[in-house]
């Protein structure tokens, strides 16, 4: 009977980079895109084409804010995957970050 190869099993994780990146913003709005990628392990430009993933997918704003970034995070999107399509993202960033930290109304708020 054969064994599963360990290099497989021990590569696969339970988020991918998208809701990493998504969950580091709703951290931190005005984080830099270096230090997202530093925090989850991801390249800075790998940062760059997520964002604008979900930047052209409605689950964020970026608003300039002098030389930064501010990132605004619409709660109420429904997730991509017709299994979980009947949850809003915000029901994702409740899991992850603190309830305080986490605003009630919705729509259109910073996730911080």
């Known amino acids: 009977m054969s064994r599963p190869s360990a290099p497989r099993g021990d590569q696969w994780t339970f ?3 998208h809701a990493r990146v ?3 913003l709703a951290q931190d709005p005005e984080a ?3 230090d997202v990628a530093d925090r989850i392990g991801i390249t800075e430009r790998a940062v760059q084409l ?3 993933d ?3 997918s409605g689950y ?3 608003t300039r804010v002098g030389r930064r970034n501010h990132y605004t995070i619409d709660l109420t999107v429904a997730l991509r995957h017709p299994a979980e ?3 809003p993202v915000g029901d994702l960033l409740a899991t992850f970050l603190h309830r305080e ?5 919705g729509a259109g708020t910073s996730a911080s």
């Open 85 to 87: 399509a009947d949850h």
């Open 60 to 62: 964020l704003t970026r």
């Open 101 to 105: 930290d986490t605003p009630a109304d």
């Open 54 to 56: 979900l930047e052209a």
């Open 50 to 52: 997520i964002v604008a």
């Open 22 to 24: 998504l969950i580091a």
């Open 32 to 34: 830099r895109g270096r």
């Open 15 to 17: 988020l991918t980079n």
